[in-house]
């Protein structure tokens, strides 16, 4: 590996970053809203199951074929399958663009909060419900916070794998955690808590059905940031003495558990405040401001602006993940200055996502897609994003199988990992990555993106 690429100075180095990529906006704002409308412990069963089962070996093998390669998604992938392979990173590198186009405007949103609930009078406000709506259609405020999110993001990207993050996240992850155990215990002593606690723990298996299913994977694919090259990019930045295995357990269970915890916070709020569990994407915007109102106005402010000061924390360290992976390329490949890429495609991806930006009402057009059951444009990118991060999962397995091959995968985690060869862990993850992953992955995306567009109920009766 060439030392001016840059590599993590020390091993946690790695881990918490790759750890802040996976925490973010996924896990305390759209786990809790899926988990709401998809039965609550049913979904959180299933979503476990997809973590443990099919999302850590992808994980495992998407860090070992960026490490070997040393690179970028599109040259690890060309440095090691060569031909037209090239082009399964390049398409990584495409969704990721997507993917940060809107992630940007929700954090924007976050950050919107964070201002009118620390500086502004958000909580004197009566319907939080209402206020959300309006507030997330009012365009030149969140152009303006969207913009000062990317630019950050964009600063911090042109400095390279700075000791800057290593060291934000050192503060930011624990700090994350304090906040949320605070909330949950909060949130437990109020009426009607116990209701709360039942629908997200205790699983009715009566409510899984194919939607459970699907949203289950997706979101868990979503949440560790996994299938477009994240982890590649960061795994080319990796020392070869560290351990993958035990690296991406610890990400998977850092990523989780905070996930765990954001429902944990949320449900019983939501029970106790007699909203539906079933809002979507405004659920946590609607229900936590309600909580920070009930703790008064000096308290509720700062308990209320530091936690969304920490999501936006947490949707920083995502967001500079993903703007690293075309970053990276065109340094790598193109031989660009850092800097300057990084400037440049944070401002072409906010120019993206204005789009989504205005499918909150502004735009008709946008805020009703008539190709897509009248949907906004954002829930658009994100399912088509959400598919192709399966997809990309799916094809990397294939890739590794078919092309890198599975001893090559085995040789690059057995560096740092002692006795990996003789383990049931390998046998374990050429099982997952050579057959159970390609096949459950690739069956699921083939359902997932035939329900998106025919409906499962019109072509099978089911669904
Ligand atoms: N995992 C992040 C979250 O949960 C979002 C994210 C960052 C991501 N990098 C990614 C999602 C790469 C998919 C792919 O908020």
Not at 69 to 96: M, P, R
Not at 206 to 217: E, P, R, V
Not at 239 to 250: F, H, M, W
Not at 447 to 456: A, P, V
Request: with cysteine.
């Amino acid at each position: 590996m060439s030392e001016h690429r840059g590599i993590f100075s020390s091993r946690m180095g790695f881990i918490l970053t790759a750890a802040g990529s996976a925490v973010g906006l996924g896990n305390i704002w759209r786990f809790p809203y899926l988990a709401g409308e998809n039965g609550g412990a049913a979904f959180l069963f299933i979503y476990l199951i997809c973590v443990f089962t099919l999302c850590v070996p992808v994980m495992i093998g998407e860090i070992a074929i960026g490490r070997r390669a040393g690179t970028d998604a599109y040259g690890s992938y060309k440095k090691l399958g060569g031909g037209k392979w090239g082009y399964l990173g390049l398409f990584g590198i495409a969704v990721g663009i997507f993917i940060l186009s809107y992630y940007n405007v929700v954090a924007g949103w976050a950050f919107g909060y964070f201002l009118e609930i620390s500086f502004g009078n958000l909580l004197n406000h009566q319907n939080f419900g209402a206020f959300f709506g309006e507030y997330v259609t009012n365009s030149g405020t969140i152009l303006l916070f969207s913009l000062g999110f990317m630019v950050m993001t964009a600063v911090i990207v042109g400095q390279g794998i700075a000791a800057g993050i290593e060291a934000a996240n050192k503060i930011m992850m624990p700090a994350l955690y304090v906040i949320l155990i605070a909330l949950i215990i909060y949130s437990l002593t109020l009426p009607n808590a116990m209701e709360g606690l039942k629908f997200y723990l205790v699983p009715d298996v009566g409510k899984i059905n194919t939607q459970t299913i699907f949203d289950g994977l997706r979101q868990a694919f979503f949440s560790l940031s996994l299938g477009m090259g994240t982890l590649m990019t960061y795994g080319s930045y990796m020392r070869k003495d560290q351990n993958i295995i035990s690296s991406a357990a610890t990400i998977s269970i850092a990523d989780t558990s905070v996930a765990f915890l954001a429902g944990l916070m949320i449900f019983p709020l939501v029970f106790s405040e007699g909203v539906e569990p079933t809002q979507g994407p405004p659920l946590v915007f609607i229900v936590l401001p309600q909580i920070f109102h009930s703790m008064g106005p000096i308290l509720g402010r700062f308990i209320g602006g530091s936690f969304f000061l920490l999501l936006c924390f947490a949707a920083l360290t995502s967001t500079i993940s993903l703007l690293e992976v075309p970053v990276a390329y065109l340094v790598d490949q193109k031989k660009f200055s850092r800097k300057r890429v990084s400037w440049g495609v944070a401002l072409l991806i906010f120019a993206i996502g204005l789009l989504s930006m205005l499918s909150m009402g502004q735009v008709d057009f946008l805020t009703k897609l008539s190709f897509y059951q009248d949907r906004d444009f954002l829930t658009f990118v994100s399912d088509m994003c959400d598919i192709s991060l399966t997809v990309g999962g799916t094809m990397m397995c294939l890739f590794i199988r078919y092309r890198w091959k599975i001893h090559n995968m085995d040789e690059e985690v057995a560096l740092g990992a002692n006795g990996y060869l003789q383990s049931a862990t390998r046998k374990y993850l050429d099982v997952t990555i050579s057959w159970i992953c390609p096949i459950l992955l690739g069956i699921m995306s083939i359902l997932i993106i035939l329900d998106k567009f025919i409906g499962l109920k019109v072509l099978f009766g089911w669904g």
